[in-house]
């Protein structure tokens, strides 16, 4: 069984900064891609960023310059650095899982809320 477990989120002031991580447990081999979406009320979820297995990322355009991604591939574990955030990053984030050789998979975490105040 694996499992997505994500931490970081939270309240912050508008112009602050949060951390998030996601780290996957359980028999789980061949990581490509991991990754961050988010989902605000009443909107689809959404690409935040992504990471693959040999460092190359990208994303969302409202991001660009103030989140970044990375990853520990030795610990199944992805980050999300978000800096300066605005009050339209206000969402559910959750984390992302792809990979797999002879059998793809695709996991999601459960998410976490990131609200952002004025």
């Known amino acids: 069984q694996v499992q997505l477990v994500e931490s970081g989120g939270g309240l912050v002031q508008a112009g602050g900064s949060l951390r998030l991580a996601c780290a996957a447990s359980?028999?789980?081999?061949?990581?490509?891609?991991m990754g961050w979406y988010r989902q605000a009320p009443g909107k689809p979820r959404e690409l935040v960023a992504r990471?693959?297995?040999?460092?190359?990322?990208n994303y969302a355009d409202s991001v660009k310059g103030r989140f970044t991604i990375s990853r520990d591939s030795a610990k199944n574990t992805v980050y999300l650095q978000m800096n300066n955030l605005k009050l339209e990053d206000t969402a559910v984030y959750y984390c992302?899982?792809?990979?797999?050789?002879?059998?793809?998979?695709?996991?999601w975490g459960q998410g976490t809320q990131v609200t952002v105040s004025p």
């Open positions: 359980g028999r789980i081999f061949n990581v490509n891609l």
């Open positions: 990471i693959t297995g040999g460092g190359f990322t």
């Open positions: 992302n899982v792809q990979g797999g050789s002879l059998v793809a998979f695709d996991y």
